[in-house]
C-alpha cells in the first residue's frame, strides 16, 4: 500500500508564499517522476511543475520564475515553494508520484490566494 500526504496549504494574500510538501510512505521502492497539479473551480486539472528522478524541473509558463519543485533528501518527499502568489493561483493542488510505474495521487490541498 502507498500514501501519499499532503500538507501546507492555506489562505495567504497576494505577493505571498506558501510552501507545499508531499511525502509517500508505504511500499516505497524505485520512485521516478513527481508532479504537482492543480485545479481551480470549473476548470481542468493541469499539470504545474515536474521533477524527473535526474532532478531535471519544468514548469507550466504561468508559474514560471514564481514556484519551484523540489526533492527531499530521502527522495520520497516532493515540495513545492510558491512565490509571489496571484489570485488565479488558489486552486486545489494535488502531488502525483510515479512509485514502481504506477502513478499516485496525493488527497489534494486547497491554497487561497486573497486580493
Known amino acids: 500500500q502507498v500514501q501519499l500526504v499532503e500538507s501546507g496549504g492555506g489562505l495567504v494574500q497576494v505577493g505571498g508564499s506558501l510552501r507545499l510538501s508531499c511525502a509517500a510512505s508505504?511500499?516505497?521502492?524505485?520512485?521516478?517522476?513527481m508532479n504537482w497539479y492543480r485545479q481551480a473551480p470549473g476548470k481542468q486539472r493541469e499539470l504545474v511543475a515536474t521533477?524527473?528522478?535526474?532532478?531535471?524541473?519544468t514548469y507550466a509558463d504561468s508559474v514560471k520564475g514564481r514556484f519551484t519543485i523540489s526533492r527531499g533528501n530521502a527522495k520520497n518527499t516532493v515540495y513545492l515553494q510558491m512565490n509571489v502568489l496571484k489570485p488565479e493561483d488558489t486552486a486545489v493542488y494535488y502531488c502525483n508520484i510515479n512509485i514502481g510505474g504506477l502513478w499516485y495521487w496525493g488527497q489534494g490541498t486547497q491554497v487561497t490566494v486573497s486580493s
Open positions: 508505504g511500499s516505497i521502492f524505485n520512485i521516478y517522476g
Open positions: 521533477i524527473t528522478s535526474g532532478g531535471s524541473t
